[in-house]
Nanobody, 117 residues
Framework: EVQLVESGGGMVQPGGSLRLSCAAS????????MAWVRQAPGKVPEWVSS????????YYANSVKGRFTISRDNAKNTVFLQMNSLKPEDTAVYYC??????????WGQGTQVTVSS
């Protein structure tokens, strides 16, 4: 059974940091590109960041560039999202996704991130 399980969300004050993790199982993690996508209440999903199979290439939305860092550990089948300098507009449910051919086939259940004073 394919599973993507996100963790690390929570509530943080503006300017704070969180580190999200996504643990994968049930498929060959190392051959899948990975991504983080977020959805704020009442808004369409927004792609945040993605990383290729060996971690050598990373991509970021302009809204998070310079503040967020995506990484992966293929030995542990886990992808991470380090989020620094968080802003209230980063509040959303964050999902991790796995894909091979440019579309994302597998999705996690999401973890809530709330940035508020």
């Amino acid at each position: 059974e394919v599973q993507l399980v996100e963790s690390g969300g929570g509530m943080v004050q503006p300017g704070g940091s969180l580190r999200l993790s996504c643990a994968a199982s049930g498929f060959t993690f190392s051959i899948f590109d990975m991504a983080w996508v977020r959805q704020a209440p009442g808004k369409v999903p927004e792609w945040v960041s993605s990383i290729n199979t060996d971690g050598g290439s990373t991509y970021y939305a302009n809204s998070v560039k310079g503040r967020f860092t995506i990484s992966r550990d293929n030995a542990k089948n886990t992808v991470f999202l380090q989020m620094n300098s968080l802003k209230p507009e980063d509040t959303a449910v964050y999902y991790c996704a796995a894909g091979i051919t440019g579309s994302y086939d597998y999705w996690g259940q999401g973890t809530q991130v709330t940035v508020s004073s």
